[in-house]
């Protein structure tokens, strides 16, 4: 997966679904963010098995795929990029590579067969 974005955009979107994101210890998978990049969009899914959640952002798709991340950890990341305008997400092997113009972070990924997501 690879997708660029504009960095207000998705805070917004990582930010609503953080809320709805698991808390659940014996499925740590739960309190993470499925990501699946097709066409123009990216679509933002979470879930806490009593709620779920589906946002889509419009991105440029560079190479379409999805990832499971710990939520917590990617919107906190997103949101604390203050002077970045454009971001870009990509994967390789079991990592999501956050990248802008200025700063660079590697977020480790979660299995994401186990994922239970809103259809």
Known sequence: MKIECIK???EVALNKAD???GKNITLPVLAGFY???HQN????????LDLGIS?????????PGSVVVHAHTL????SSL???????????DQVLEVKTPSTKTNIKTLPGDD???PS
Do not use: M, Q
Request: glycine share 0%; charged share 25%.
């Open 19 to 21: 809320k709805i994101a």
């Open 82 to 92: 203050v002077k970045d305008r454009n971001i870009t997400l990509s994967t390789k």
């Open 75 to 78: 919107s906190s990341f997103v």
């Open 41 to 48: 969009s990216l679509s933002i899914k979470a879930t806490n």
């Open 8 to 10: 207000e955009h998705l």
């Open 55 to 63: 946002i889509n952002v419009p991105v440029k798709v560079v190479e």
């Open 35 to 37: 990501l699946d990049a």
């Open 115 to 117: 994922f239970r997501h």
